[in-house]
T-cell receptor, first 112, second 113 residues
């Protein structure tokens, strides 16, 4: 079964700093999803990457999928306290989209 | 105008009891899911339903029985609750397969005493 490794497990940054979260797969990814979860809440969809080398941005968050489609990174520029939460990468292991396998998450704390 | 809603938000019960969690989506999606997030925040798929039919069952104990009365609802019934069932359960929905975003509900925090 496909496993997703996220790094780091947790991250504490000062407001205004840039940061990167990585997600590595043991197998080729058919689709790579980034979600954000705030404590006690559901998951909020951020971005989905499908093609090797693809890059997407939304506001100050940029996600990339490498050419081999086995690693993705999520980069936040000029972090703000509102960026704090748990970031989860999820992947579609079979191309069916009938289930997502998730990494264990990265807990991001942004200190004002 | 909540997209995916779950009830209850919190559920505290004794070991051995039977309980249900309800999920409804008003997005017109044809696929719904149940995920379990354990104390270490690890999120794992349990079931997925497409057009009221079971598509995925990820080796979940028989004590867990999902029921989809229509495309907008996917309920989760749990028999003989055990301590290890304590977790946050998330419902989600999407439109079909292939690279479509899954919309998640707010979660139900189940505590088994």
């Amino acid at each position: 079964s496909q496993e997703l490794e996220q790094s780091p497990q947790s991250l504490i940054v000062q407001e205004g700093k840039n940061l990167t979260i990585n997600c590595t797969s043991s197998k080729t990814l058919y689709g790579l999803y980034w979600y954000k979860q705030k404590y006690g809440e559901g998951l909020i969809f951020l971005m989905m990457l499908q093609k090797g080398g693809e890059e997407k941005s939304h506001e100050k968050i940029t996600a990339k999928l490498d050419e081999k489609k086995q690693q993705s990174s999520l980069h936040i520029t000029a972090s703000q306290p509102s960026h704090a939460g748990i970031y989860l990468c999820g992947a579609d292991p079979s191309g069916s989209n009938y289930k997502l396998t998730f990494g264990k998450g990265t807990l991001l704390t942004v200190n004002p | 105008d909540t997209a995916v809603s779950q009830t209850p938000k919190y559920l505290v019960t004794q070991m051995g009891n039977d309980k249900s969690i309800k999920c409804e989506q008003n997005l017109g999606h044809d696929t719904m899911y149940w995920y379990k997030q354990d104390s270490k925040k690890f999120l794992k798929i349990m079931f997925s339903y497409n057009n009221k039919e079971l598509i995925i069952n990820e080796t979940v104990p028989n004590r867990f029985s999902p029921k989809s009365p229509d495309k907008a609802h996917l309920n989760l019934h749990i028999n003989s609750l055990e301590l290890g069932d304590s977790a946050v359960y998330f419902c989600a929905s999407s439109q079909g397969a292939l690279y479509n975003e899954q919309f998640f509900g707010p979660g139900t925090r189940l505590t088994v005493l």
